[in-house]
């Protein structure tokens, strides 16, 4: 059965202090592993998509990586503004996307 | 664009009224989603639409919900009748189908309540 499961469930950092959140994996046939950012009474707001193993992209301040088995988004000095839940999803050969249940950041000033 | 339209933005209801959710997704996208979220379950899918036709109903709960999608503009999920656990926020995204047809864009959800 596909699975995806995020690391940690929440998060506290103060302003500047740089971190990762983890999102293990087990999709047949991943197609694309996706992240979205999620504001407190908003849909989730797509951030970005990975299709192979070893692909980075970036925007801003946040990095996201993909492994075989594992994506990482690392978030570089943060600001209380990317206090949100970060949603990873998993796509594969059913085509449906497969969410992991979110880490719920929180940025101190 | 003005993005995924959803409405209405709440509702609350008393158990057994039928409830029909309302979706406009983004012109020109041709698949469409209906989630739902909740603490427990987080963020699971009911049903997806790709060109108005439904492809996969396998996470729809219940016989009592049920989704259409008429044309291309707009789509309905309708709880008929509705029991205090249906309470969730529902998500209504759209994608366009291709290479990249999973950049779903998500609506701003409806809040239901059953009473």
């Known amino acids: 059965e596909d699975q995806v499961t995020q690391s940690p469930e929440a998060l506290r950092l103060q302003e500047g202090e740089s971190s990762s959140l983890n999102c293990s994996y087990t999709?047949?046939?991943?197609?694309?592993l996706f992240w979205y950012r999620q504001d407190p009474g908003k849909g989730p707001e797509f951030l970005f998509t990975?299709?192979?193993a070893g692909e980075e992209k970036e925007k801003e301040r946040l990095k996201a990586t993909l492994t075989k088995k594992e994506s990482f988004l690392h978030i570089t000095a943060p600001k209380p503004e990317d206090s949100a839940t970060y949603l990873c999803?998993?796509?594969?050969?059913?085509?449906?996307?497969?969410f992991g249940q979110g880490t719920t950041l929180q940025v101190k000033p | 664009d003005a993005g995924v339209i959803q409405s209405p933005r709440h509702e609350v209801t008393e158990m057994g009224q039928e409830v029909t959710l309302r979706c406009k997704p983004i012109s020109g996208h041709n698949s469409l989603f209906w989630y739902r979220q909740t603490m427990m379950r987080g963020l699971e899918l009911l049903i997806y639409f790709n060109n108005n036709v439904p492809i996969d109903d396998s996470g729809m709960p219940e016989d009592r919900f049920s989704a259409k999608m008429p044309n291309a503009s707009f789509s309905t999920l309708k709880i008929q009748p509705s029991e205090p656990r249906d309470s969730a926020v529902y998500f209504c995204a759209s994608s366009f189908w291709g290479r990249d047809y999973n950049e779903q864009f998500f609506g701003p959800g409806t809040r239901l309540t059953v009473l």
């Open positions: 999709v047949s046939g991943l197609r694309g």
């Open positions: 990975l299709y192979s």
């Open positions: 999803a998993g796509s594969g050969n059913t085509g449906k996307l497969i």
